[in-house]
């Protein structure tokens, strides 16, 4: 998770050129971009062209220089930039026990899901704070994209509480065949890299 700051300068939401006020971009490992051209929209520029001031970066582990560049509403490079070096030491995963692929149950059974993470914290949401989060069912739906809010909805069962093996009421699912994935978001409910391999359960009468 990124937090970004600006002094003397308004944080604003991407469409409008207005004097003196813009949006942040991230620019990993590249050089910033020259006042006046187009700012890319890629793996290495992150937009955040919604006026946030935070972000969720995914890093591979190892050395990285990130800087942050101002836009205006048009996307063009503002002269405004900080760059700072980075090192990422060990990138967080999540794998999941239980339940495996090809697992049955009635629909009067409660399912435990049992994931496997390491070096993230699992807590409430609400706040957001580096390397945390909590855990969302996806069911019979593809991981959110990274930074993306996960919405809330019968394919997207958030567990905002901050429990680390979430429970699932299996008529809550509804008889058949389900893919399943639990994907962590940060207190913002903004999605993480981190998901668990897709499986399929099966829930019968």
């Known amino acids: 998770m990124a937090f970004f700051e600006a002094e003397n300068f308004t944080v604003e939401e991407a469409g409008n050129v207005n004097e003196g006020a813009g949006h942040f971009h991230v620019l990993i490992d590249t050089g910033q971009v020259e006042a ?14 919604d006026g946030s001031k935070q972000g969720v970066l995914d890093l591979e582990p190892g050395d990285h220089e990130l800087t942050l560049q101002m836009g205006d509403g048009e996307h063009t490079a503002l002269a405004l930039t900080d760059t700072q070096s980075v090192t990422v030491e060990g990138s967080a995963s999540i794998n999941l026990d239980a339940p495996q692929d090809g ?16 070096n993230f914290l699992i807590e409430e949401a609400g706040e957001v704070t580096q390397n945390a989060g909590h855990h969302h069912l996806l069911v019979n739906t593809d991981p959110v994209d990274t930074g993306i809010v996960i919405p809330s909805d019968d394919q997207h069962l958030h567990f905002g509480d ?31 890299p981190l998901a668990t391999e897709p499986i399929t359960i099966t829930i019968e009468e």
Not at 104 to 117: A, D, R
Request: proline share 5%; net charge negative.
């Open 103 to 118: 697992d049955m149950f009635s629909t009067e059974e409660t399912i435990t899901f049992e994931p496997v993470v390491e």
């Open 36 to 49: 006046g051209e187009t700012i890319p929209n890629d793996d290495q520029h992150l937009h955040f062209g």
């Open 162 to 192: 901050g429990t680390k093996m979430p429970e699932v009421d299996a008529s809550e699912l509804g008889t058949g065949d389900h893919e399943v994935i639990i994907q962590v978001a940060n207190g913002a409910h903004e999605a993480y």
